[in-house]
């Protein structure tokens, strides 16, 4: 069961030039286009006449042609053209979903229209920030939506799955010092890492220390997580003062999208305020950003593996897993509210 009445990251801005882009999204197909004009659609990825998908087509003005006998579609999902004959029927029209386009983020609602609430959109302002550079990508997950959220909610798999890249010494980590509470439908997770061995990322972004104050705090919603990372030179004043001023901040945005029951779009940014200009240090960033989520995803392919082998076997809870449990609470919770507003 997907939770529809949701905002999903369908991609970034970048991402959607002259040509149209197909997504699954809680299990249907959707076309992603530009207009002309440069405003971003999505609609569903088949044809009213006979089901071709639109996203073998091309752009075509303010329209998106159809592969097949050239029909046409405006952002609303009319049918504005039929090459073959005068009138247009108004059975050929398709879905429209509602797309927003913000902070270089493509937003896409696959509920009902009439509850999405484009004020529930969270901010990324940092991505038009010059003073931030950032990368950004995409990798399909062969792992269900949950596990994706479970991933990056319980941080003590940092030391084993990602040893080469973030991990620190296994036994300073699992000392973390962790804070998790739910305010409404959101968990905030903050850990706290105090005078400890840098990570390889530390040293990349730090330059030679021995000793560290990390930081990993984030907010989790259904849909997105935002998590900010850091680390300063030990006993600086870091964590209880919040004397961040020498510290290295990382921001990362990670848009976890149901595709199907069994696969997940995981779109992710990750910006950072020091060295922005230096593209060598940015190309070094995007690789190790990209090399630790290769390691998630191996790790949650796996998972998935196992568990559909006995899906019914339940799984256990540890104390790492608070921010978890009240993840899978508020989804549960907005499932339920979702059902009754639909059955309404
Ligand atoms: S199937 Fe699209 S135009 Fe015929
Ligand atoms: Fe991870």
Redesign the pocket.
Known sequence: MFLRDCWYVVGFSGDLGGAPVARTVCGRPIVLFRTASGRAAALEDR?G????PLSRGVCAGETIR?P????EYDRDGRCTRVPSQEHIPDTLHVRAYPLVERDAVLWLWPGEPARADPRAIVSQAYHEDSAWAWNHGMLEVAAEQQLVVDNLLDLSHLQYVHQGTLGGNPEEDAAAELTVERHGNAVHVRRWLRNVTPSARNVLALGAVERVDRWQEFVFRPGVLQFHSGAAPANTGALDEGRREHATSIRHFHGITPATAASTLYFFSSAWNFRADDAEFGAKMTETTISTFLEDKALLEAQQLRLAQEPDRPLRTLRSDAGVVHARRIMAELLAAEAAATAS
């Open positions: 044809c006449h006979r089901a071709a159809c097949y006998h050239g029909l």
